[in-house]
């Protein structure tokens, strides 16, 4: 197989921090706990601190955040964007103080539709989300130049998709959890190819693959390893047997992981 992957980043599944500041003036109890102490914080145009260090300036309705504003948080957290009755809705930025950074569509708070996720380490997500989770379809870059397009589920590589090496090996196929798992096919940059099934990240199962002089080995895989099947000749003897009566009698049996090529 190819050089081990990275993880994909867990972070993409962290509670969005962005809430209903549920800041209604009106509501007992309010006037302890915050204050508006810049304009007006009812219907227009303000600044509303809350006693925990959370700042919100921006466009009020109905006293709740609704419009476009901003919210500080005391770990350094920021939203800049779009808020609809106290949730961020629509467009906007959510700034982490450790350096993660979303800039896309919002949805009750959450990161909900398109957008960018970017993390510290340099990787980035680029794609669909739901309720705050990788969920949809994407693209997802690592920092040290590969990169998975295709199906998302629970903030995973799930369904279908395409993975990119640095080096120049692709995979396109089924995967679970974000591992190769299914079918698929492997293509590696030295020109050999394997097509066949996968668990857990490696070759398990039927499959075939062909080498870049053109030999094909079809049998049984586990855990990477090849466990039984048969070599096929080159290209030009495989071309040629199949014009004859006996070309089934051109195939030589094999049994044992010894007398099989490397494993690229």
Known sequence: ?????????????????????AIALLLPGRAASAECTQGN????????????GEKYEGQFSGGNPHGTGTIH??????????????FANGKG???FADGQKYVGDFEDG?????GTNTWPSGDKYVGQSVEGTMQGVGTYYYVNGDRYEGQFADGQFNGKGVYYYKNGDKYVGEFKGSLFHGTGAMDYAGGSRYEG???NDKRNGIGTLTTEDGRQYKGTYLDDVMATGEMNKDKTDMEAAANTANAENKDTPFAGTSQWPPVP
């Open 73 to 86: 948080y005391p770990n350094g957290d920021f939203y800049a964007g779009e808020l609809v009755g106290g």
């Open 1 to 21: 197989m190819s050089a081990t992957r990275k993880q994909i980043h867990a972070a993409v599944t962290l509670p969005l921090m962005v809430v209903a500041l």
């Open 197 to 199: 099934r996968f668990e």
């Open 110 to 114: 959450k990161r909900h539709g398109m």
């Open 41 to 52: 914080c009812l219907d227009g145009y303000g600044v509303f601190v809350f006693t925990s």
């Open 93 to 95: 930025t959510l700034s």
